[in-house]
């Protein structure tokens, strides 16, 4: 009983670090990729830079999206688009 004793503070200090940091960061990169897979033609998203935009077209091949902005076309990785700035974007708005 001694030899575990000694190191039930490490287990305990191991359990607390997976619950509140290492699990909420997989959960959330596994929503994050899940976003990206669900991405359509015509949403409006925000990308991590900042740039607003909607989606023209998707490739499955690289991974990428085209985006029209004020400033033309351009193309992005879907690992740039902001998964909670977007929800933000196309959230319903709250009549006041």
């Known amino acids: 009983?001694?030899?575990i004793g000694q190191f039930l503070?490490?287990?305990?200090?191991?359990v607390v670090a997976y619950f509140f940091m290492i699990r909420p960061q997989m959960k959330r990169s596994k929503d994050e990729k899940k976003f990206a897979a669900e991405l359509k033609k015509g949403d409006r998203v925000i990308t991590k830079s900042g740039l607003h935009g909607k989606v023209m077209d998707l490739s499955d091949k690289d991974s990428s999206c085209i985006l029209e902005t004020m400033a033309g076309?351009?193309?992005f990785d879907r690992s740039a688009i902001s998964m909670e700035m977007s929800k933000k974007l196309n959230a319903p708005k709250e009549k006041k």
């Not at 503070?9 to 191991?14: G, T």
């Open 1 to 3: 009983m001694g030899d």
């Open 73 to 75: 076309k351009l193309k």
């Open 9 to 14: 503070p490490m287990i305990l200090i191991f």
